[in-house]
């Protein structure tokens, strides 16, 4: 065991501990607690239960110096994380004024008077507890002072959560931290067990390192975790990881496909454009998230059937008839289409079969063709691609991100 | 608090709790012991502790009828479930002649001494277990008798958890279910607290249901829970709720949105096409999840830079120059543009400010228009989305594609 101080991650809310909601709150939390120098031990998923809540938070603040809860802090009768933190503490709560004038502006927004009523709950703040204002929604965070340390009260949405939590790292951790980041270097084109095999090799001349290797139909990562090392220790494990992996390794700094691709276009001046077909608009989406893609990414055309693919794109209704809608012929007639109706300088195409349905004992599902135009040259490629319809997809949009990253890399 | 058995879930690991691996278990098994009548009153992921996983286990099985714990089984040193949990319950280990006998034929797979005698600790069975033959891997399940009800212990590789759970629930469950799957109503077009208050009064005379609403940037969702109404109380319940929501509720058999939309245009015949700015392709890539969308869906253009706008769409450069891009008169334009070159006979126009940048004091983040195109009329409309970057796109998704199930309804 290491002396890494305790922490716990809890997540309130009835919808968690039903298997209904996706929970992505707590594991987010987890990792910046873990990427902050503290270990957690527990991770717990807890019912809308007021007598539970309040044993959890009792149990856990007594065993860890940081606990911190996500959910039940809104304005229904379901809210209950409040009350329940202030019995496991012992603690009195009275009502924040400052909080109460700011949720004023938002009465309008309801028209029940008894909903009303519930909004300034959400005002009722624990004894001691440090205000955290929201950037977002109403519901502020608290960070309560336990005898342990500290328990922290984050709201359930992820969009309000997440800016509270980057400021509660940011505050909580200024005085108690010599945590070293983990290094974590994300690659494609490489099989999980080539990247630990290359990633392993690499790591022998580097001792008081982890490696954890995390692989998931977008891409593998690779975490390379402070085991005495430090941080220069840490840097020096990194370096001789990306060595070994090279072109494969696109981001160390925990940046996307997508954000590396539209960083690059913006430091070599292309413009990018996209005609999607079995993809259906997902590499458009997955540029278009990250903000300031409009200055490189000129657009796309989600050309799902083959009118639009002569009309839009000007596929030629022989190319379609003779070689079909996946073929190399047709990926390179859309990527230049789309190049050309769209102005770009780097355009890629893809179509292929998603599944579960149109595949042929030819053209199997997972049969995908991509295009690439670049100034007057097309080049296609072909590849067949494993799992189900949202499998094919999620790596077909991989590797049309991944050829614009490779193309720019000489650019 | 109802009647129903109170059940636990325990995923064991230490890469469950560093948040950098998604755990899929424990709601996977939530979720059907829900689906077989249980309570999941709490969800606990810890890390791999001989001392806290018996801790967990030993005030796990003192409250519930049923705790399901998911991984540690394997043959390694980390993998210590057995042991934690014989030290929970207060019981010896005894080794299996069956699973001993079973594993004999994997040793070739270990030349390693140590690996092979470890290999061999998954045969050690809990003192009145019952083993699980495992269909796949080497661990086999445990299903052992406490003075609550049962423990189950099953592996974590979600490929060799599954089949246990499924037959763990067949046999345990034979005796005790009569088990009633919840009711979910999903909805657009109004607020959480407005569903919970429309609901809340529509069930007040339902009684033996319990009420969970489930808010997220994509829709509401209101799930109505058996607790003692049975089968026919909880269709009465759900009868009563729909009739609150009205045509805000767009599903009640779990469907999506796009599926939703998607199935609507099957049933009356109509093709779709969308045109995209700040959604950038979301719309389109929600539709294509849906297979069989090829039939409806014929194409979407994401229009990211006002060339694409005119050159594409076929919006005037005198409508950007007079109006912008973000205004109703461009949004009318996009709608009516892409209609007609995708040959589509509804489409639907989105264009806005997402931010983070970008915004105005005339426009700020979160303005956005749509427009609709049917036949030769277009009208246009204006919305002022909440949340950040992704939280307006997904915001600005749903009223398009419930722009378009809403047109659909009388068709």
């Keep these: 065991m290491s002396d890494r101080p305790l922490a716990a991650v809890v997540g309130v809310g009835t919808e968690l501990v039903t298997g209904l909601r996706t929970d992505t ?3 987010e939390i987890a990792a910046a607690l873990l990427g902050a120098g503290f270990r957690v031990a527990e991770m717990v998923r807890v019912a809308d239960d007021a007598t539970l809540i309040s044993a959890t938070l009792r149990r856990l603040t007594g065993a860890c110096s940081l606990v911190v809860v996500t959910g039940g802090l809104g304005p229904t009768h379901d809210d209950i994380t409040r009350e329940a933190a202030a019995d496991a503490l012992g603690v009195s709560m009275s009502r924040d004024p400052e909080t109460e004038r700011r949720l004023q502006t938002f009465t309008s927004r309801h028209r029940d008077p008894d909903a009303r009523r519930q909004l300034f709950t959400q005002a009722d703040v624990l004894e001691g507890a440090t205000v955290v204002v929201p950037t977002l929604g109403t519901a502020p965070g608290q960070t309560v002072p336990t005898p342990m340390g500290h328990l922290v009260l984050l709201p359930g949405p992820p969009a309000e959560m997440r800016p509270m939590l980057a400021t509660l790292l940011a505050t909580l951790l200024a005085t108690s931290s010599q945590a070293v980041a983990p290094a974590r270097l994300r690659c494609t084109g490489l099989t999980e067990s080539d990247a630990q095999m290359r990633v392993q090799r690499a790591l ?9 290797i ?10 390379i975790f402070d085991d005495g090392a430090g941080e220069a220790g840490v840097a020096g494990a990194a370096d001789a990881a990306l060595e070994a992996l090279g072109e494969d390794c696109y981001s160390r700094d925990g940046s ?5 691709v539209v960083r690059r ?10 005609a999607e077909s079995c993809t259906g608009g997902r590499v458009a989406a997955a540029l278009t998230d990250i903000p300031g893609s409009s200055a490189v990414f000129t657009g796309g055309i989600v050309a799902y059937s ?3 693919k002569t009309s839009t794109l000007g596929v030629a209704e022989e190319t379609l008839a003779a070689y ?6 047709t990926a390179a ?3 230049q289409g789309v190049a050309d109706s769209l102005q770009a300088d780097i355009a890629v195409s893809i179509t292929g079969i998603a599944g579960p349905g149109g595949g042929t004992a030819d053209k199997p599902v997972g049969t995908v063709w991509f295009g690439l135009a670049r100034e007057d040259r097309v080049r296609t490629w072909q590849r067949s691609l494993f799992g189900d319809r949202e499998g094919v997809r999620i790596r077909a949009t991989v590797e049309a991100l991944d050829a614009m990253r490779r193309e720019m890399q000489g650019s």
């Design 306 to 308: 083959d009118t639009v």
């Design 256 to 260: 996307t496909l997508a954000q590396v």
């Design 265 to 274: 276009a913006h430091e070599v001046g292309l413009r990018l454009a996209v």
């Design 204 to 212: 022998e001349s580097h001792p008081g390192v982890e490696l954890t």
């Design 324 to 329: 079909g809608a996946v073929s190399s012929q």
């Design 25 to 27: 709150n707590t594991a």
């Design 333 to 335: 007639e859309m990527a």
């Design 214 to 223: 995390l692989a998931s139909p977008a891409d593998i990562e690779i975490v």
